[in-house]
């Protein structure tokens, strides 16, 4: 086995003009993620340094892992600098790194993610607070709500009130019959 290196130690901010994508990550985030990150990174700030390569040639780093948080710099934020850290491997191994980074992420459990929203309502968050901080629509809050057990996370829902409306309708045609 290989001796563990921290390149993470090495964390150095760069101007972003000499920042590059890479040409080969097939991960695409959906519209709703990117929307997520760019409001974990308003929230939080930048936790995590973009992983790359620097090309000598070019004087370029190119991105390995971190492309959405590089997004978000030029688009949202328009930074003039990010957080790198740097890796010196050939391009096949950097391939193989940028897999392993995406894939190595993980899921989110739904009993825990159903936990988690429990507290959160009990702790006094509404369904659209946790909506927002959480990037989650309505309807998946309400299904999370469900398996953590309805009288608890029900507790303060607003419900319509479409069985009385059904009741005054039936009501009004049954006396026009009359």
């Not at 001796?3 to 993470?8: K, R």
């Not at 003009?17 to 890479?22: G, I, L, R, T, Y």
């Not at 059904?166 to 009359?178: L, R, W, Y």
Request: aromatic share 8%; hydrophobic share 35%.
């Amino acid at each position: 086995m290989s001796e563990i290196q921290f390149p993470v130690l090495g964390v150095k901010m760069v101007d972003i003009e000499k920042v590059v994508a890479n040409d080969y990550n097939p991960n695409k985030v959906a519209p709703p993620e990117m929307q997520l990150l760019k409001h974990s990174i308003e929230e939080d700030g930048y936790t995590q340094p973009i992983v790359t390569y620097y090309d000598k040639k070019n004087d370029k780093y190119i991105v390995v892992d971190g492309f959405h948080r590089y997004r978000c710099a030029k688009e949202y934020f328009n930074l003039k600098q990010i957080p790198i850290v740097t890796i010196d491997k050939d391009l096949e191994n950097r391939m193989a790194s940028t897999i392993r980074h995406n894939r190595a992420r993980g899921t989110h459990q739904i009993i825990d993610m159903s936990h988690i929203v429990l507290s959160l309502t009990q702790s006094g968050w509404t369904e659209k607070e946790i909506s927002k901080h959480l990037g989650m629509e309505l309807d998946e809050i309400i299904r999370l709500k469900q398996i953590t057990g309805l009288k608890d996370m029900f507790a303060n829902h607003k419900f319509s009130k479409s069985w009385e409306e059904f009741e005054v309708n039936m009501k009004k045609k049954g006396d026009e019959k009359t």
